[in-house]
């Protein structure tokens, strides 16, 4: 069966938490990839580059949703406080029948009330500001990433390509998962409780 990750844009995106799980997922025979922007056309990352949006936030929410993957950066830290955005992605993610974040991305799904009752991780420096989000959060401070069921967070960056490897071969198999990385010439962290980061930003 053919999945479909949707992936959210926004002005200020980390361009690894979107570009790398994008790479591996490229590399999946049977998942495609789209990018929902808040209107088509260019979105301005963290690092200056531009990507195109191909939906709108509006084409995205009309349709089913498979998996959406919601990025992080430092345009997270203004999309917390966006209503507008906040209500779109709560409706959103709750049709999907994945719900995947990189770095602060999980921040913005704990704002948006879908991380209620999960456990959840992000990115170690933004870590104290993510777990001021959600009610029932249970906020992992040392882990590479987190599956709980339907939702899947990495911490901080580079992590989302140790995430998305999981991904791939939760979806796809492992054999899948060791061919996307073999054309990616990556070495991934296949050991989600694996997180040296978390001791050298004093979480533990």
Known sequence: MNRLVSIVLFEGFEVLDVFGPAELLSHASGIEIEFAG???????????????STLTYADLSCGDIDI??????PGTRALVDDESFISWLSATG???????????????????GLLEGYRATGN?????????????VAWQPEARWV?????WTSSGVAAGMDMTAALIASLCGTEARDRALA???????????????AALTSLL
């Open 94 to 112: 709750a049709k999907a029948q994945l719900v995947t974040s990189v770095c602060t991305g999980s921040a913005l799904l704990a704002r948006a």
């Open 68 to 73: 959406l993957l919601v990025p992080g950066g």
């Open 38 to 52: 808040p209107s088509s056309g260019l979105v301005r990352s963290a690092q200056g580059v531009r990507v195109e």
């Open 124 to 136: 170690k420096v933004a870590f104290e500001w993510a777990r001021t989000f959600g009610q029932t």
């Open 183 to 197: 054309k990616a010439e990556y070495t991934a962290n296949t050991d989600s409780d694996s997180d040296p980061f």
């Open 147 to 151: 599956e709980d069921r339907d939702r």
